[in-house]
């Protein structure tokens, strides 16, 4: 809904995979709003591990490098089945690399598996923004009484055997953030025992206003 409301106030640029620019124009019917803006929305193709220039202006080093990163995952289910079979799965979730004047930002909102990829980009960031949406794998349906896993839904949770926390541990020298938090997730209290684990694990929690310089 960002990109409908975004685009009465600016020119708009969109960066997606071939694949995601394709569902989002042909499968969603509210996003042919976007036909009609004017100037008409500039889509850019973001081809999986192909470093991309955002910004142009500037001197070249400066400026801003982001690559797209295959993370797994599936394309959304308002996707028609034959259409999520045409497509390659590997453009359904991505994560990005932002890279400017040899700093490293790694931005994966949505992570549905840990990989040795996901594992070395983290390692290699000044900071990574990561995937927080839930505890644990059976967060929802504890707290609703049913529903899907956090696995279901393309969210790798934060604790448990081949959760998170584990996954990465001590895979980054950076500062690491969590993000996308869902309001069930216990983290948020500040005095319950998983906020302690995920502090304790070296990772921060994100919150309004934060702001970062590399």
Not at 15 to 28: H, L, P
Not at 77 to 93: C, S, T
Request: aromatic fraction near 6%.
């Amino acid at each position: 809904m960002g990109l409908l409301h975004l685009r009465e106030f600016q020119p708009l640029r969109i960066y997606a995979t071939a694949s995601v620019g394709r569902v989002v124009r042909e499968e969603n019917t509210v996003f042919r709003v976007l036909e009609r803006s004017s100037p008409p929305v500039d889509w850019e193709t973001l081809r999986l591990g192909s470093p991309v220039p955002v910004l142009s202006e500037g001197a070249t080093r400066d400026r801003l490098i982001c690559t797209a990163i295959p993370v797994g995952g599936k394309f959304p289910e308002y996707a028609g089945a034959d259409r999520r079979q045409e497509l390659p799965k590997e453009e359904a979730v991505i994560a990005l690399e932002l890279v400017q004047n040899d700093k490293r930002l790694f931005y994966a909102p949505t992570l549905p598996a840990s990989s040795n990829e996901v594992k070395c980009r983290v390692a290699q960031s000044d900071l990574t923004l990561l995937d927080g949406t839930f505890w644990s794998d059976t967060e929802l349906i504890e707290v609703r009484g049913g529903g899907k896993t956090a696995r279901q839904m393309g969210h790798l949770p934060l604790s448990s055997p081949g959760g998170t926390l584990r996954e990465l541990r001590g895979s980054a020298s950076g500062e690491r953030v969590l993000i996308h938090i869902n309001n069930t997730n216990p983290i948020l209290d500040e005095d319950s025992a998983a906020h302690r684990a995920v502090r304790e694990a070296g990772w921060q929690i994100a919150h309004d206003g934060m702001e970062f310089e590399l």
